[in-house]
C-alpha cells in the first residue's frame, strides 16, 4: 500500500551531495555547540515551516531557476530549509554562550525567519495579482492562518481543562503543534471542498473517501473529517510528548517542533498554491 505521498523524488546526485555534506556538518556543530532547545525556540522555527512550504510552491510554479529548482522539490526542500535555519541557529548559538544569553537563540531565529516569510509572501502575492483569475485566490493565505487559529483556540482550551498538567509541561511548542495540524487540516479541506485540487497523500485521500459517502457529505463536503482526524492526533501526540518535555526539554521540544513542521509545511504549501495558481 502506498504511504508516502506521490511526486516525491530523491534530488539528482551532486544536488544530493551538497545537501548532506552540509547537513552532516550542521547536525555535527549543532550537537558539539549542544544549545538547549526551548519553547521559545520552537515558536521561533515556526516561520522558517512556513517558509518551506513556500519554496516548494514556488519550485512547483516555476519561480526557481532550473539549476536551483532540485533544492526546493520534494522531499529536498526540508533539507534545504533546515540548512538555512541552521546558517542562523549555529552563528547564534555560538554568540549567546558568549553572552550568556540563550534567549539570543529564540530571538535570531524569529526575527530572521519571520523577515524571510514576509519576503516570500511579498514575492507571492507580486507574482499572483497579475495572474489571478479571481480575487478571492488573494484572501486564501490569510483566511487559512485566521481559519486555523479559530479551530485551535477551543480545542487547546478544552485540553488544558482537561489535561492541565500536560498542557503546562508541553508548554509553547504544544498549541503551535495544534495549530500546525488545524492548519494542515483546514487548508486541504479548502482545497478539496472550495477549490478542488486533489490530495497526494493515500492516506488522506482514503479518510475523505470514507467521508464522501457519509450523509454529511451534501453538507459539510469530506475535507472535514480529515480536520478533525488532524486536530485530535495532534492533541494526542502533545500529551504524549508533555512528560518528555518535562524530564528532558530539549529531545521533548525537538520532538514538537518536528511534529509541527509535519504540518506546517504542507499546509503552507497549500495556502502558497491557492494563492500562486497552477503550477506553470
Not at 67 to 85: D, R
Not at 167 to 196: K, M, N, Q
Request: hydrophobic letters at 60%.
Amino acid at each position: 500500500m502506498q504511504i508516502l505521498p506521490s511526486g516525491l523524488a530523491l534530488p539528482p546526485l551532486p544536488y544530493a551531495i551538497v545537501l548532506v555534506v552540509l547537513t552532516v556538518a550542521s547536525v555535527a556543530a549543532l550537537y558539539l555547540l549542544g544549545p538547549p532547545v526551548t519553547g521559545k525556540q520552537v515558536l521561533a522555527f515556526a516561520p522558517w515551516m512556513i517558509a518551506g512550504g513556500a519554496f516548494h510552491a514556488f519550485h512547483q510554479v516555476g519561480l526557481f531557476p532550473a539549476a536551483a529548482g532540485p533544492f526546493f522539490a520534494a522531499p529536498a526542500v526540508y533539507v534545504t530549509t533546515f540548512l538555512l535555519a541552521a546558517a542562523v541557529w549555529i552563528p547564534s548559538t555560538i554568540r549567546a554562550q558568549m553572552l550568556d544569553d540563550p534567549d539570543r537563540i529564540a530571538r535570531n531565529l524569529a526575527f530572521l525567519g519571520t523577515s524571510l516569510l514576509l519576503a516570500l509572501v511579498a514575492v507571492a502575492y507580486a507574482f499572483a495579482v497579475g495572474r489571478v483569475q479571481s480575487s478571492v485566490a488573494l484572501v486564501w493565505l490569510p483566511i487559512g492562518f485566521l481559519g486555523a487559529a479559530v479551530l485551535t483556540a477551543p480545542c487547546y482550551y478544552l485540553l488544558a481543562l482537561r489535561w492541565t498538567g500536560a498542557v503546562d509541561h508541553a508548554g509553547l511548542g504544544g498549541p503551535l503543534v495544534v495549530f500546525a495540524h488545524a492548519l494542515d487540516g483546514f487548508s486541504t479541506a479548502i482545497g478539496v471542498d472550495v477549490i478542488g485540487t486533489g490530495e497526494r497523500t493515500p492516506i488522506p485521500r482514503r479518510i475523505m473517501d470514507f467521508a464522501e459517502t457519509l450523509p454529511t457529505y451534501s453538507y459539510l463536503g469530506k475535507g472535514w473529517l480529515f480536520a478533525v482526524v488532524k486536530l485530535v492526533l495532534a492533541m494526542g501526540i502533545v500529551l504524549l510528548l508533555a512528560d518528555l518535555v518535562e524530564e528532558e526539554p530539549s529531545q521533548g521540544n525537538l520532538l514538537l517542533a518536528f511534529v509541527a513542521a509535519v504540518g506546517m509545511g504542507p499546509a503552507a504549501n497549500n495556502l502558497f498554491l491557492f494563492l500562486l495558481g497552477p503550477a506553470i
